[in-house]
């Protein structure tokens, strides 16, 4: 069988990587340590063990199709909380769809927003650049055009949807954005969001809104897409945002997150899993209830990240251009040439680390804006973030 479409998609980052480093050696008697993957390795509260094995029976049932009420009514609670929702606006039943992480759900989003033509044309899909590799894949797969939104310096690492043409914004089905981002961890304000939302409504076009990352922050909590919706009228129409337990609650593996927002778009997306999805298994989904109903395990990691931040910032002191991001855990730093960086890591240092090119495309400028870069992953234990950051700011600093 021969698919163009996946002949064509670029390799996966992680694939790239290790082609990169293929024939590279890390020192002898060091121990590596890998910071190339944004995979939490802070403890999952002990709580959820119990919810996964104390009704074994519960794994000889079908799933229901779209989460227990138990859960769908903790994830309207928290999103309320959080971000400060009128009671109304989210209602359990019809607003939020449970997936099994976010990544299928971000994919599934383009088979759900992108017609055949729109405006008489080939749809197309926005995306920052940098971006998170399915955004891609998913709007190739949905056969769009996609078009690259520049996330760089010049627009404070988030893209500006106000610069986009008038007659591409008429084509665009549906429009990525990551806030806080992953790699760069900047954060759209509520203002981006309402103008976003605002385009999104005049265009009649999908705003996904991936806020996987929105629990890992530094000094406030960022605003999501849902308190645009409540600043603006209260209500999601054109509007999906998208959450995850993977890094709020260190559990990567459970594959349980969800979607939120227009009603209409909800009931697509439950559809489309009906047929192509698989549902969370029942002691996943009671699990995901005790992990959404609290908050103090999020505060601890929370914590940990600011601790790491804060001994990494103070290790590199200034170097590399590194800064505190606004949220999420990666360290971007600038290194003038990200694959080679990487490579002298590996061999030099046994640190893993990930070139920034190969989480963006070369623009229409030939640049591409990740390739000065590398991007880190703070995951780690404070004793094992000191021992890299050290090795990092050695080998680099020579
Ligand atoms: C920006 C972004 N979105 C979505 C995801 C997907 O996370 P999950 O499928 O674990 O919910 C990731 C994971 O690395 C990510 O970095």
Redesign the pocket.
């Known amino acids: 069988m021969h698919n163009n479409i996946l002949d064509d998609l670029t390799d996966y980052p992680f694939d790239r990587l290790r082609a990169l480093l293929r024939d590279v050696e890390p020192p002898a008697g060091v121990a590596p340590i890998h910071m190339q993957i944004?995979e939490p390795k802070h403890a999952p509260p002990e709580f959820i063990g119990s919810a996964l094995v104390d009704n074994m029976a519960d794994w000889g049932r079908y799933p229901p199709p779209n989460a227990t009420d138990g859960l769908r009514g903790a994830i309207a609670d928290w999103l309320g909380q959080r971000y400060g929702l009128p009671t109304v606006m989210i209602d359990p039943a019809r607003h939020i769809a449970l997936v099994s992480?976010?990544?299928?759900a971000?994919f599934m989003a383009a088979l759900l927003a992108v017609p055949e033509t729109k405006a008489g044309a080939k749809p197309v899909v926005l995306m920052p650049n940098p971006f998170?590799q399915?955004y891609v894949g998913a709007a190739a797969m949905a056969r769009a055009e996609i078009v690259l939104l520049p996330a760089g310096p010049e627009t404070g690492f988030q893209p500006d949807f106000s610069a986009v043409d008038p007659a591409i914004l008429e084509r665009t089905a549906l429009a990525y954005l990551?806030s806080p981002?992953?790699p760069q961890g900047s954060i759209a304000d509520l203002a981006m969001l309402e103008s976003a939302i605002g385009l999104a409504r005049e265009h009649d076009f999908v705003l996904a809104v991936?806020e996987?990352?929105s629990e890992i922050y530094t000094a406030d909590p960022p605003p999501g897409g849902l308190s645009a919706c409540a600043s603006l009228d209260a209500g999601c129409k054109n509007v999906l945002v998208?959450h995850?337990l993977?890094?709020r609650s260190n559990v990567?593996g459970l594959?349980s997150?969800f979607v939120a927002g227009d009603a209409d778009l909800i009931a697509l997306l439950l559809r489309l899993r009906q047929y192509g999805g698989a549902q969370l298994p029942l002691p996943v989904m009671n699990a995901s209830e005790a992990l959404w109903r609290d908050e103090a395990h999020v505060e601890h990691s929370r914590a940990l990240y600011r601790e790491k931040f804060d001994l990494a910032l103070e290790i590199l002191d200034g170097a590399f251009g590194a800064t505190r991001p606004g949220g999420a855990f990666y360290l971007w730093l600038d290194v003038e040439d990200g694959a080679a960086a990487a490579k002298k890591l590996w061999e030099q240092a046994g640190v893993r680390v990930l070139p920034g090119e190969y989480l963006a495309q070369t623009d229409t400028a030939g640049t591409n804006p990740g390739r000065r870069f590398i991007r880190v992953a703070l995951v780690h234990d404070i004793e094992t973030t000191r021992d890299a950051i050290n090795r990092i700011s050695d080998t680099l600093r020579t």
Do not use: H, M
């Not at 992480?101 to 299928?104: F, I």
């Open positions: 944004g992480g976010t990544r299928e971000l998170y399915v990551n981002a992953n991936d996987c990352y998208f995850s993977s890094k990567p594959r997150g």
